[in-house]
């Protein structure tokens, strides 16, 4: 099982690279308010599951099975967050931060079951387009 953290990573680095930001230890350190050497650590970790190619002072990038770990939890935060806004009518304002609590414990096979039960949305209740699940 893949921890909370480690999917967390993958994620800010795939909004990181979507928004078109650099992906490095710097970009990364600012997004989710974490100590740059704390950054560089889950890097070097992430890199050794060969999510990612990670060299120190270099940007960084994915590796095809991390860019597909990383996609597919957008895809879930994403869904996730309709899901709560317009099923459960939970207020905008706090979907995003249920999303991030709920999207590590949706399986592939609920997802998607969601995703064809939202009528298979291409944006999320921000804007934001839901990658291919693929």
């Given at each position: ?78 869904l996730i ?18 999303a991030d ?34």
């Amino acid at each position: 099982m893949v921890s909370l953290n480690k999917e967390n990573y993958m994620r800010a680095l795939y909004i990181l690279d979507e928004e078109g930001n650099a992906l490095t230890v710097t970009n990364v350190s600012k997004y989710l308010h974490i100590s740059k050497p704390s950054v560089s650590e889950m890097m070097k970790n992430l890199d050794d599951m060969k999510w990612i190619v990670y060299n120190k002072y270099s940007k960084i990038f994915f590796t095809r099975k991390g860019k597909l770990i990383a996609r597919k939890l957008t895809v879930k935060h994403r869904l996730i967050e309709i899901f709560l806004k317009d099923t459960l009518k939970v207020n905008i304002k706090e979907v995003h931060a249920e999303a991030d609590k709920l999207e590590h414990a949706v399986s592939d096979r609920v997802l998607i079951k969601l995703k064809k039960f939202l009528g298979n949305p291409i944006k999320d209740p921000h804007g934001k387009v839901i990658p291919d699940g693929k």
